[in-house]
């Protein structure tokens, strides 16, 4: 089985950064693409930005030129690093990860990392 770890939430002031991490472990062939989304109170989970395992790179217009995502495919880790952080960005971060094990593909969330952006 694969674990997602997430880390790297907290509070912060509007304006300020924050870099998330989400390391994968467990036994699996490869990962394909990475990527990340959040969840308001009270508003459905939505993209913030994904990652092929060659680099490519998709954002939320939301977070265009504010958020950057990166991996290390040695590591199995994803990183999002989130500049000018605004009070709307506030939700949990989840992590989500293609897997390609063995005998099947299949996606693998973790658990979430609480981001809260005061104003």
């Known amino acids: 089985q694969v674990q997602l770890v997430e880390s790297g939430g907290g509070l912060v002031q509007a304006g300020g950064s924050l870099r998330l991490s989400c390391a994968a472990s467990?036994?699996?062939?490869?990962?394909?693409?990475m990527g990340w989304y959040r969840q308001a109170p009270g508003k459905q989970r939505e993209l913030v930005a994904t990652i092929t395992r060659g680099g490519s790179t998709n954002y939320a217009d939301s977070v265009e030129g504010r958020f950057t995502i990166t991996r290390e495919n040695a590591k199995n880790t994803a990183y999002l690093q989130m500049n000018s952080l605004k009070p709307e960005d506030t939700a949990v971060y989840y992590c989500?990860?293609?897997?390609?094990?063995?005998?099947?593909?299949?996606?693998?969330w973790g658990q979430g990392t609480q981001v809260t952006v005061s104003s």
């Open positions: 989500d990860a293609g897997i390609a094990a063995f005998t099947r593909a299949y996606d693998q």
């Open positions: 467990g036994s699996f062939f490869s990962i394909n693409a």
